[in-house]
């Protein structure tokens, strides 16, 4: 028999080693707040098949994206699909398809690929262990992180862990976003995104804030995908009585304990810059994760595929664009 391969819907069959970002919840979240134009499983659901992400790249251009793909997910005929997925594509006016894969995947290594149009998944992230028990975990962290921790109890810093997402905890959570983004100059999600993200995650999702006197301090949302949880989003307050408790320490490590109560093996912080590069601008950020501990994993090769002639012209805007910046 031909294998068929096309758009599909696992419709109820629940797909159990799916990573996060080829989940359907993940499908959900992207179509419901309009992050995407399309989402899709492509291809047959018994060999090679991916959630693809059709996402508008600039200046009219469409790219699609595959993020976070295993290796179950790709049989012998991955170059049949993946075939006949890039005509299905070209005829949506993509671009170009970018592959990010969780796991080394042989099949992948024969792509020639270009530089790729925007990291979904920074290449390097720091993963703590969850195996030992949380005294030796708190004992293992650098000197710095762990005082954090220990001072923000020591000032009667409160926790709240949070499974039920009201408006007034979204209200809560939007103020300390905003803070945050203005102090740190980026941008956020909608309020809609991150209501969205809550529900649709809700089994697997869980918020951790500390506060003090009924004002919140930071809050922090971690997600479940199988053996580990992720930091996924972390935000704080400005105020800099507030500051001086350095509160997202204690926030990120009852985050780490309720996970690991919950049976995870391991803590993803999450994105940190590339050890060889100075000049990264998550350099900030990784100095703070640093001092939780863990060690820095790399993540596989990601891959860049043009499928349209379009693709030199999309590049070279890019390039003048990356010049008018200088």
């Known amino acids: 028999s031909r294998m068929k391969y096309d758009v599909f819907d696992f419709s109820g069959k629940n797909i159990p080693e799916f990573s996060l970002w080829q989940s359907g919840a993940w499908k959900n979240i992207l179509t419901k707040s309009g992050q995407a134009r399309e989402v899709f499983y492509f291809g047959n659901p018994d060999s090679t098949f991916f959630l693809v992400e059709i996402r508008s790249v600039g200046a009219g251009f469409f790219g699609a994206f595959i993020l976070w793909v295993k ?19 070209q005829k949506k006016w993509v671009i ?15 792509m020639s690929s270009k530089e790729v149009s925007r990291k979904f998944l920074t290449p390097f992230t ?14 293992d962290m650098p000197q710095k992180g762990r005082y954090a921790i220990r001072n923000a109890e020591k000032k009667w810093v409160e926790i709240e862990i949070i499974t039920n997402f009201s408006d007034e905890i979204l209200n809560e959570w939007m103020k300390l976003l905003n803070e945050t983004t203005t102090r740190d100059a980026f941008a956020h999600n909608s309020r809609e995104y991150y209501k969205t993200f809550l529900q649709e995650l809700w089994n697997d999702v869980f918020m951790v804030a500390s506060k003090i006197n009924g004002k919140y301090l930071a809050m922090t949302i971690s997600v479940f995908s199988h053996d580990t949880a992720l930091y996924y989003y972390g935000a ?77 012209i999309y590049s070279l805007l890019l390039k003048i664009k990356k010049f008018l910046k200088k």
């Open 126 to 139: 720091r993963i703590i262990s969850l195996a030992d028990d949380a005294e030796k975990i708190i004992a």
């Open 236 to 312: 704080s307050t400005s105020d800099p009585e507030g500051r001086k408790l350095a509160s997202s320490y204690l926030t990120l490590w009852e985050s780490m304990k309720f996970s690991k109560n919950h049976g995870k093996k391991m803590y993803d912080l999450f994105g940190v810059a590339d050890p060889n590069n100075f000049d990264d601008p998550l350099t900030g950020v990784s100095q703070f994760k640093q001092k939780l501990g863990g060690e820095i994993h790399e993540l596989p090769k990601k891959f860049l595929l043009p499928i349209s002639f379009k693709f030199s």
């Open 96 to 110: 170009f398809i970018q592959i990010e894969p969780i796991e080394e995947i042989s099949k992948f290594q024969k």
């Open 71 to 89: 290796n179950f997910q790709i049989a012998e005929d991955f170059w049949k699909c993946f075939d006949i997925l890039k005509n299905f594509l």
